[in-house]
């Protein structure tokens, strides 16, 4: 965080910056009853970081597009993963134990980034499936 590449490694980034930008936040309720076949048209947004949400739009012209931050602008659906409102996802919902839908318990995960201090390895917004050794 902070750092100089913050913008292309903080995927905890809740807006989009750019066109070309990948890591913005996206939560979706997922309305598919046929886990093999997606079909986005039944999607329910809940939180987009590519749009701004109308609580205190600046241009209400354009909330199609991502928030303008400067001018107190936020992201679509933002205080589902944002409770600080520092535009960085928390991770975690005091009301839900599993934020991403991975099955994993969104505690356990943050747990185990402090445990382990490898920040990013497991965390509620994304997890890498690891294999382990013995």
């Not at 949400?53 to 107190?72: C, K, T």
């Not at 520092?86 to 975690?92: C, K, L, N, S, W």
Request: with cysteine.
């Amino acid at each position: 965080m902070d750092g100089v590449d913050e913008y292309a490694t903080n995927y905890l980034r809740m807006y989009k910056r750019t066109a070309g930008d990948t890591m913005w936040a996206l939560l979706i309720e997922d309305a598919d009853t046929d886990f093999e076949s997606i079909d986005p048209s039944n999607d329910v947004d809940l939180c987009r970081g590519d749009i701004t949400d109308q609580w205190d739009i600046y241009y209400a012209a354009s909330p199609n597009s991502p928030p303008s931050l400067n001018v107190g602008e936020w992201e679509y659906g933002w205080w589902h993963l944002d409770i600080d409102g520092d535009h960085t996802a928390e991770g975690t919902d005091p009301t839900k134990w599993d934020t991403d839908g991975d099955w994993l318990h969104d505690g356990w995960e943050v747990t185990e980034d402090e445990v382990d201090g490898v920040r990013g390895d497991s965390s509620p917004i994304h997890y890498d499936s690891r294999a382990t050794t013995t």
